[in-house]
């Protein structure tokens, strides 16, 4: 089973940039589409963007379109979000997980890791 870690989460200025890693032991990595998600204190857990196993599919939810990319180094087998104008709303705990689909994101049948939290200030 593929395992994940998430990364590089932090605090950071509203309007500031931050990159997330997402990276993977065990299995293969590249033959599986990849997702992020997130959840704010108090707030369900939401999709945030996915990436098929060619580097160019991708999916965003509209709140982060324009802000957010998401990418994958199937050599180094790890995902991932490069945010940028980060606004206070953004401020969540942000998971990576296996998908079985992207549009709809479907998660496969595995476990939430301990995410990475990012908290924008003002």
């Known amino acids: 089973q593929v395992q994940l870690v998430e990364s590089g989460g932090g605090l950071v200025q509203a309007g500031g940039s931050l990159r997330l890693s997402c990276a993977a032991s065990?299995?293969?990595?590249?033959?599986?589409?990849m997702g992020w998600f997130r959840q704010a204190p108090g707030k369900e857990r939401e999709f945030v963007a996915a990436?098929?196993?060619?580097?160019?599919?991708?999916y965003y939810t509209d709140s982060v379109k324009g802000r957010f990319t998401i990418s994958r180094d199937n050599a180094k087998n790890t995902v991932y979000l490069d945010m940028s104008s980060l606004k206070p709303e953004d401020t969540a705990v942000y998971y990576c997980?296996?998908?079985?689909?992207?549009?709809?994101?479907?998660?496969?049948?595995?476990?939430w890791g301990q995410g990475t939290q990012v908290i924008v200030s003002s």
């Open positions: 065990g299995g293969n990595f590249r033959l599986y589409p």
């Open positions: 997980r296996i998908l079985i689909s992207i549009n709809p994101p479907r998660t496969d049948y595995g476990s």
């Open positions: 990436v098929r196993t060619s580097a160019g599919s991708t």
